[in-house]
Nanobody, 120 residues
Framework: QGQLVESGGGLVQAGGSLRLSCTAS????????MGWFRQAPGGEREFLAS????????YYADSVKGRFSISRDHAKNAVYLQMSSLKPEDTAVYYC?????????????WGQGTQVTVSS
């Protein structure tokens, strides 16, 4: 089974933007529904966004709606999360993964994550 690798995290000031990338090696994920979630230290996993395998339908958590945007590029076998108007409470490790059932927020597999830190 191929791996998912997240990148693009880093340190950003409040109000700033970041674009996270998730690329797949080996097995192609182009026909899989994909999504992003995050987990802050000591916190629970929080669903952020998902996109169906065709790329034409997306879903967002209320906490990020209007600030985050999920997209995918089948040619590059990649999924992206564009984040804007970042807040200190967005600080967390961000993961991308496969969502077998787009009607849920259950992830069946995910990458190693990328750290996002938002300073005030």
């Amino acid at each position: 089974q191929g791996q998912l690798v997240e990148s693009g995290g880093g340190l950003v000031q409040a109000g700033g933007s970041l674009r996270l990338s998730c690329t797949a090696s080996g097995r192609a994920y182009n026909t899989r529904n994909m999504g992003w979630f995050r987990q802050a230290p000591g916190g629970e996993r929080e669903f952020l966004a998902s996109i169906v395998w065709t790329g034409d339908t997306t879903y967002y958590a209320d906490s990020v709606k209007g600030r985050f945007s999920i997209s995918r590029d089948h040619a590059k076998n990649a999924v992206y999360l564009q984040m804007s108007s970042l807040k200190p409470e967005d600080t967390a490790v961000y993961y991308c993964g496969v969502i077998p059932d787009i009607a849920t927020t259950h992830f069946s597999t995910w990458g190693q994550g990328t750290q996002v830190t938002v300073s005030s």
